[in-house]
């Protein structure tokens, strides 16, 4: 079943004159983990903010063609109401702060919604389980570290039972321990809870390991999509040109492939594939 | 030539914190060095001790000829060029020529030498095109790469890039890259501080670990990424082709292979 469904979208900022996204069209089934790769200027952001519906609802631009994000078509709907069905997670965490407790940072979105009070109580004490912030309730967001800032903007978006996560960088401006820790909530959020995951990310061993599917996108077209054992393989010669790394093992097996049963993309498999 | 030298140096922010203690060190002209370690570690701290921007509360820094504590970071910033990771901390200017002149201006160029040194930095990084344009209107990479040759500019001995690589994508790592490679050439001191493991593995000779406001190692990074103690004490990753390497054993003991280059050679 998709849960979202794009169909030759096209997004063109005011006083732009290319195209931020150029007659894009895919499907995201329920549950799976998507990966979007690009240089900068690809139109990744672009993509995210298009299927939260903060573009064209809060940022100015022109929309055509198809978009529909859990049978809601975001631009005819309020980004705050899209907001309990989709999470969005960005790359500084510390601009999604203004609470003075983390308690309240999470209350917040769902205060908004206009959900009761013992439905908040529960919700915040279970999304805050979730991304390992349990007892951090009366600190104050701005004493935690990147990665805690980043799992309590999670946390937000989580308390609001949203089914898909979009995350834009979210672990651009985090040191290694923050990267992991967003990086192993939001695999668990995908694997145990089942939530739908998009996200925008350059650490490509990384997403190696973790996607089930890439978008690779170049000024703001789809160039392919396929999963990281289909797509890297085949950029290792062109990194340049679509501006993307392939993961290391991947640039090595291909040029002593006579050393390797087949093309790795992980660590793991690396290993696996090598022959001793 | 700025050699540097940091002697039993201990930093105590007003409120009581010890961000840095013990730490003994010497960087001599023309090293590549990388400064790592997790988010307060003490390593920011540590690296704004060689511009001034801070001044040991104990112990002292020398900076070629220069004790930090006597002088001000106007005198300093002409040897250490500092580059912030944030250009948005640094840049102010209403064009990017008007922020490439400003610190020649202010280090006592004269207009005709501003003009040459702004159209010879502006073409090594290809910012030309860009010369009218209000540095905001760019994007991040772009006003990083402004941020960057604003300092180069001067000409400083030694310069700091503080996490060069966050936030940029594939070409914008190779452009900073190769930036780094050609100061190298030219004999400046690079000091990098940064999460990048790829990075720290192939642009640099040295790397300095910084735990718990401690220096707790001082050596080659083929060193540091066989060390596991340091490693695991400090949740560093090394790079994906080093652990490869390591894994099915290939190379020597104490030693790592730090490049898909490095490996290919050995396979």
């Given at each position: 079943m998709s849960v979202i469904k794009v169909e030759n979208l096209t997004v063109q900022y005011a006083g732009e004159e290319t195209n931020a996204l150029d007659g894009v069209s895919f499907e995201i089934e329920k549950g799976e983990f998507v990966a979007l790769l690009g240089a900068h200027g690809a139109g990744k952001t672009t993509l995210c903010l298009s299927l939260n519906g903060i573009v064209p609802n809060m940022i100015n631009a022109d929309m055509y063609g198809a978009i529909e994000v859990l049978g809601e078509v975001p631009p005819k709907i309020p980004v705050r109401q899209l907001a309990a069905k989709v999470g969005s997670i960005f790359d500084n965490p510390e601009f999604q702060m203004s609470q003075l407790t983390v308690f309240e940072e999470v209350a917040l979105g769902l205060q908004n919604l206009g959900v009761d009070k013992d439905t908040i109580e529960i919700n915040i004490k279970e999304s805050l389980k979730l991304v390992g912030l349990e007892g951090f309730e009366e600190r104050s967001p701005f004493e935690i570290s990147g990665g805690q800032q980043q799992r309590l903007a999670m946390a937000s978006a989580l308390a609001m039972k949203p089914e898909i996560l979009i995350l834009d960088e979210p672990t651009s401006n985090l040191d290694p321990i923050g990267k992991e820790e967003v990086f192993s909530v939001t695999r668990s959020l995908n694997q145990e809870e089942g939530l739908t995951v998009v996200i925008a990310e350059h650490e490509v061993e990384v997403i190696a390991e973790f996607a089930d599917n890439l978008i690779l996108l170049e000024n703001g077209r789809i160039n392919e999509i396929g999963t990281p054992q289909e797509i890297f393989p085949k950029f290792v010669d062109y990194q340049e040109a679509i501006g993307v790394r392939v993961p290391q093992v991947t640039e090595l097996a291909t040029k002593k492939d006579n050393l390797f049963s087949g093309v790795p993309v992980t660590i793991e498999e690396s290993f696996r594939m090598f022959k001793k | 030539m700025t050699n540097i030298k940091v002697a039993n140096l201990q930093h105590t922010y007003p409120n009581g914190v010890v961000a840095v203690e013990n730490v003994d060190v010497e960087i001599k002209q023309g090293e590549q060095i990388s400064v790592v370690g997790q988010n307060g570690s003490g390593k920011t701290t540590l690296v704004k001790h060689w511009n001034g921007l801070l001044k040991p509360t104990q112990g002292t820094v020398h900076i070629g000829e220069l004790e930090t504590s006597e002088h001000s970071v106007n005198v300093l910033a002409r040897k250490v060029g500092y580059v912030f990771q944030n250009p948005n901390h640094q840049i102010f200017a209403a064009s990017v020529q008007d922020e490439l002149e400003f610190g020649l201006r202010n280090i006592g160029n004269s207009e005709e030498e501003i003009k040459e040194k702004v159209v010879a930095i502006s073409e090594e990084f290809g910012l030309t095109e860009y010369l009218a344009t209000n540095p905001y209107r760019l994007g991040f990479s772009l006003r990083k790469t402004v941020g960057m040759a604003s300092i180069i500019a001067m000409e400083p001995d030694v310069i700091v890039l503080d996490e060069p690589t966050t936030g940029q994508d594939y070409l914008g790592i190779k452009a900073i890259r190769s930036s780094i490679?050609?100061?190298?050439?030219?004999?400046?001191?690079?000091?990098?501080?940064?999460?990048?493991?790829?990075?720290?593995?192939?642009?640099?000779?040295?790397?300095?670990?910084?735990?718990?406001?401690?220096?707790?190692?001082?050596?080659?990074?083929?060193?540091?990424?066989?060390?596991?103690?340091?490693?695991?004490?400090?949740?560093?990753?090394p790079p994906q082709i080093t652990s490869f390497m390591q894994k099915v054993n290939i190379g020597v003991e104490g030693e790592s292979f730090l490049s898909v280059d490095d490996a290919l050679k050995a396979l």
């Open positions: - | 490679k050609k100061l190298k050439e030219q004999g400046k001191t690079v000091i990098v501080v940064s999460h990048d493991m790829p990075l720290v593995a192939e642009e640099t000779d040295r790397v300095l670990v910084m735990c718990d406001t401690n220096l707790i190692f001082d050596g080659t990074p083929s060193k540091l990424f066989s060390d596991q103690s340091i490693l695991s004490q400090t949740n560093l990753l």
